[in-house]
Nanobody, 115 residues
Framework: VQLQASGGGLVQAGGSLRLSCAGSGKIIGVNARAWYRQAPGKERELVAEIVNNGLTNYEDSVKGRFTISRDIKKNTVYLQMNSLRPEDTAVYFC??????????WGQGTLVTVSS
């Protein structure tokens, strides 16, 4: 089972990026999928999460700017990021959480927002 994150890059402040996290292989018991980020010198933090019933949760600073969504058939989760700010610069990671307490992580994708 692998989670493949993509879509990062360099963008100017105010711009947009769309991250994708494609899962290969089936994970039994997934109840949530999420995006985290880790900026240099900082701890990894939750950015957005979507649970099985479709409810979403966002970190306060990204509310109204970022949108998490999923394509169940494609086993892919997306993070649409609009109105990007320099403080959004970080390595973004996706994960899948299961009802059994296991967490699967994808590799990170770097997002750099220039001012």
């Amino acid at each position: 089972v692998q989670l493949q994150a993509s879509g990062g890059g360099l963008v100017q402040a105010g711009g947009s990026l769309r991250l994708s996290c494609a899962g290969s292989g089936k994970i039994i018991g997934v109840n949530a999928r999420a995006w985290y980020r880790q900026a240099p010198g900082k701890e990894r933090e939750l950015v957005a999460e979507i649970v099985n019933n479709g409810l979403t949760n966002y970190e306060d600073s990204v509310k109204g700017r970022f949108t998490i969504s999923r394509d169940i058939k494609k086993n892919t989760v997306y993070l649409q990021m609009n109105s990007l700010r320099p403080e959004d610069t970080a390595v973004y990671f996706c994960n899948s959480k299961t009802v059994y307490g296991r967490v699967y992580w994808g590799q990170g994708t770097l997002v750099t927002v220039s001012s």
